[in-house]
């Protein structure tokens, strides 16, 4: 039997339970994953146009980062150590106003894009402006991602009222529908930015074009306090009055939530995407994810929020750090093991997204969205368990190889089909520009 791409290393981690291959190989053959087992069982088994012998190294399911802001890449380090709200409202939003449009988008977008498959994000939920831009970029650069083009009630640089930011978002389904790679979502950015009309409307639509509904939900005490005070209701109550809450919804922070939240959104099966390093530079507070995931069995995936509040778009340090958060904060080391935190940015990533089917771990008949980590080097050395080294010592330049949908997009750190000195250079430009 014919195969495109065998692609061997020390330990492959399909993820799909705590256990690992050693001396295994993955078959590819045209997007989709043929095989996983032992690269000399595969190597007899199938006639292979290509072998990537990645040596001594760690090969696993591409990372899925549930929620970014990436063309915020710009904006990176431009206002630290801030209040959310003040943050939000006198730094990034007038600079928003200064410098967003297609042209800003595309290039930063280039470099939020580079950044994060090169440090083996291979699919990222995405909510900015002008996202058919940022679409066009992930696909030219052989990247998966779901455009959320955001929807406020107050103008923004790309579109002058919630209509046509709902107009937008029905023109890049239609625009990318044929798109192997990209997927488009409503993005309605948050119950304070949202009027009740827009959101019932956006519902309606996400309904009859199955798309996801990607929102921020309770990120501040502040607004579950708001929401308490003005609808006495918190901010997933009002959502579930709204009849907002499905299977379909990506409920991004939910870090203030109420007894009764939990039950709601374990009922109507949402999912959470949890940012913990945003959460903690904004000080905006502890998604409680151990009672959701313990107590509830809801589903929670992590992302990075954008390069404005982490400050960089990278699921390894943002895997670590959740581990850290939550065991300080449980005083228990017990609390989450490194395969369950793994498992955040990839196979429950996928769930989060509705993607498990096709993303998210190493079996026959997914989608072959595959990276390569190398363990040469003093920090990873020596090795006793790959998910360990995972979570607690991996960085994200350890990552060598990435393939997305059957395509090679980077070989030994040469992103494949982007500019990547251009790119780095354009973005400093920016800064001395601005
Ligand atoms: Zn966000």
């Known amino acids: 039997m014919n195969c495109d791409y065998i692609i061997k290393g020390r330990y492959i981690l399909p993820v799909i339970d705590n256990k690992w291959i050693e001396n295994g190989a993955v078959a590819v053959s045209g997007t989709d994953i043929l095989a996983v087992g032992e690269a000399c069982a595969l190597e007899k088994k199938y006639k292979v146009k290509k072998v990537i012998d990645a040596g001594n190294s760690i090969v696993m399911p591409g990372l899925i980062n549930t929620h970014t802001h990436a063309a915020m890449a710009y904006f990176r380090g431009l206002a630290d150590d801030l209040p959310l709200i003040e943050w939000l409202e006198n730094n990034i939003w007038p600079a928003e106003r200064r410098h967003v449009n297609a042209k800003f988008i595309k290039r930063s977008g280039e470099l939020a894009v580079l950044e994060m498959l090169k440090s083996g994000i291979t699919c990222f939920n995405d909510m900015y402006f002008f996202e058919e831009v940022l679409g066009g970029v992930a696909e030219r650069a052989g990247q998966r991602a779901i455009l959320g083009e955001v929807i406020l009630d107050f103008p923004a640089p790309s579109a002058k009222n919630p209509q046509e930011a709902i107009q937008k978002t029905l023109d890049q389904i239609e625009e990318f529908k044929k798109s192997e790679l990209i997927d488009v979502a409503f993005a309605p950015h948050s119950i304070y930015a949202c009027s009740r009309e827009n959101l019932e409307k956006i519902n309606e639509l996400a309904l009859a074009n199955n798309t996801l509904v990607h929102i921020h939900i309770s990120e501040t005490e502040k607004e579950l306090s708001d929401a308490l005070e003005k609808y006495e209701k918190t901010p997933i109550e009002y959502l579930n009055d709204l009849n907002l809450l499905s299977e379909r919804t990506v409920a991004i922070h939910s870090v203030w939530l109420k007894k009764g939240d939990f039950d709601i959104l374990k009922e109507k099966n949402?999912?959470?995407?949890?940012?913990?390093?945003?959460?903690?530079?904004?000080?905006?507070?502890?998604?409680?994810?151990?009672?959701?995931?313990?107590?509830?069995?809801?589903?929670?995936?992590?992302?990075?929020?954008?390069?404005?509040?982490?400050?960089?778009?990278?699921?390894?340090?943002?895997?670590?750090?959740?581990?850290?958060?939550?065991?300080?904060?449980?005083?228990?080391?017990?609390?989450?093991?490194?395969?369950?935190?793994?498992?955040?940015?990839?196979?429950?990533?996928?769930?989060?997204?509705?993607?498990?089917?096709?993303?998210?771990?190493?079996?026959?008949?997914?989608?072959?969205?595959?990276?390569?980590?190398?363990?040469?080097?003093?920090?990873?050395?020596?090795?006793?368990?790959?998910?360990?080294?995972?979570?607690?010592?991996?960085?994200?330049?350890?990552?060598?190889?990435?393939?997305?949908?059957?395509?090679?997009?980077?070989?030994?750190?040469?992103?494949?089909?982007?500019?990547?000195?251009m790119i780095i250079k354009e973005g400093e430009l920016f800064r001395i520009k601005n």
Do not use: W
């Open 270 to 421: 949402v999912k959470i995407s949890h940012n913990p390093i945003s959460n903690m530079k904004l000080a905006s507070g502890i998604s409680p994810i151990i009672e959701m995931t313990r107590e509830h069995g809801i589903t929670v995936g992590l992302g990075t929020d954008g390069a404005a509040s982490n400050n960089t778009l990278d699921l390894f340090s943002e895997m670590k750090m959740c581990s850290m958060l939550h065991k300080i904060t449980g005083l228990n080391p017990e609390i989450l093991n490194a395969y369950e935190i793994v498992k955040m940015a990839t196979i429950d990533a996928a769930r989060v997204l509705g993607k498990e089917n096709h993303l998210g771990s190493l079996e026959a008949g997914k989608k072959a969205d595959i990276i390569t980590i190398n363990l040469d080097k003093p920090h990873l050395t020596p090795i006793y368990n790959p998910f360990s080294h995972l979570v607690y010592c991996v960085e994200a330049q350890d990552v060598e190889n990435v393939m997305v949908n059957g395509k090679m997009v980077m070989c030994k750190r040469e992103v494949a089909n982007m500019d990547e000195e």
